[in-house]
């Protein structure tokens, strides 16, 4: 059973940078994609980024492109979310996710992915 455990978010001004973080504990994750969702308050989960188990592939959400980068360290079992250029809009708590089926292109719905984590907050003031 693994565990995620999100951290670095924050209160930043617009147009400041915020680095997520997302350990696992429990399982290596290497061989996994691994995602990040937001939740803004009263609207559903949206898709941020996903990268693939080796890091070659990845997708993003069409208003962070140009914006976020996801990467990941298989050694330290950590997957990032590096956010640049922030705005208002950005604000939600964003969770990591982990899809379970080892090897596989990085899904793009939530749905697909096996493990959450708790979420941490980013507040971004204008």
């Known amino acids: 059973q693994v565990q995620l455990g999100e951290s670095g978010g924050g209160l930043v001004q617009a147009g400041g940078s915020l680095r997520l973080s997302c350990a696992a504990s429990?399982?290596?994750?290497?061989?996994?994609?691994m995602g990040w969702f937001r939740q803004a308050p009263g609207k559903e989960r949206e898709f941020v980024a996903t990268?693939?188990?080796?890091?070659?592939?990845?997708y993003y959400e069409d208003s962070v492109k140009g914006r976020f980068t996801i990467s990941r360290d298989n050694a330290k079992n950590t997957v990032y979310l590096q956010m640049n250029t922030l705005k208002p809009e950005d604000t939600a708590v964003y969770y990591c996710?982990?899809?379970?089926?080892?090897?596989?292109?990085?899904?793009?719905?939530?749905?697909?992915?096996?493990?959450w984590g708790q979420g941490t907050q980013v507040t971004v003031s204008s």
């Open positions: 429990g399982r290596r994750i290497s061989l996994y994609a």
């Open positions: 996710a982990m899809y379970g089926r080892p090897w596989l292109a990085p899904p793009k719905r939530g749905e697909e992915y096996d493990a």
């Open positions: 990268i693939s188990w080796n890091g070659e592939i990845t």
